[in-house]
């Protein structure tokens, strides 16, 4: 239990397809980003939120949307995918303004293309 | 279950011998480094962490080493056991990095019984 929750685990989607990935965290933070995880690639960093305002959007394309509502939840609406896209996409959480900004991850959801 | 980085350096050690996983950071203003474990399936977990005031820091069966002449951060783990199999990561963050944590590749450690 890491304090930040994921769903789905597992999700197959078409290109054609629209779908989201969801991220709660129980743990009282303030910043929330999503990363991407791919075999030949080192994490990489997508989009932060703090304080449920995007500050960061790493050259993310359009076709990933994220959305804030509240510092607790952060989606990642997903629309005409490639293959490409597939990956483990990460959700975390940090506290800003403290001297470390250790994150804590998720477990993650893996996302296949079809 | 599935896994990420299948392309990246390999440690293998026989259960109970100590394991060193290195990492050399890029920015020489970090000021801050993390390691995290990864297992198959799950997301990255936090470690120990370390700030650059410090060379040195120990924790539970682990021990992270700063060298910031050399830009060389490095994890210890004492009595590796198979439970210590995953993927190991370093971050580093500083005011340049806008305090984000800047993740290396990664390494795989594999221990063998």
């Known amino acids: 239990e890491t304090g930040v929750t994921q769903t789905p685990r597992h999700l197959v989607m078409g290109m054609t397809n629209k779908k989201s990935l969801k991220c709660e965290q129980h743990?009282?933070?303030?910043?929330m980003y999503w990363y991407k995880q791919s075999a030949k690639k080192p994490l990489e960093l997508m989009f932060v939120y703090n304080f449920k305002e995007q500050t960061e959007n790493n050259s993310v394309p359009s076709r990933f949307s994220p959305e804030c509502p509240n510092s607790s939840h952060l989606f990642l609406h997903l629309h005409t995918l490639q293959p490409e896209d597939s990956a483990l996409y990460l959700c975390?959480?940090?506290?800003?303004?403290?001297?470390?900004?250790?994150?804590?991850f998720g477990e993650g959801s893996w996302l296949t293309v079809v | 279950g599935e896994s990420v980085g299948l392309h990246l350096p390999t440690l293998s050690v026989q259960e109970g011998d100590n394991s060193i996983i290195n990492c050399a950071y890029s920015?020489?203003?970090?000021?801050?480094f993390i390691w995290y474990k990864q297992e198959s399936g799950k997301g990255p977990q936090f470690i120990i962490d370390?700030?650059?005031?410090?060379d040195k820091r120990q924790g539970q069966r682990v021990t992270v080493l700063l060298n910031k002449t050399v830009k060389h951060l490095s994890l210890q783990i004492a009595a590796t056991q198979p439970g210590d199999s995953a993927v190991y990561f370093c971050?580093?963050?500083?005011?340049?990095?806008?305090?984000?944590?800047?993740f290396g590749a990664g390494t795989i450690l594999r221990v063998k019984s």
């Open positions: 975390a959480s940090s506290q800003p303004g403290t001297p470390k900004n250790t994150i804590y």
């Open positions: 971050a580093e963050t500083s005011m340049e990095y806008g305090n984000k944590l800047v």
């Open positions: 920015n020489s203003a970090s000021d801050y």
């Open positions: 370390i700030r650059s005031n410090m």
């Open positions: 743990l009282g933070h303030n910043a």
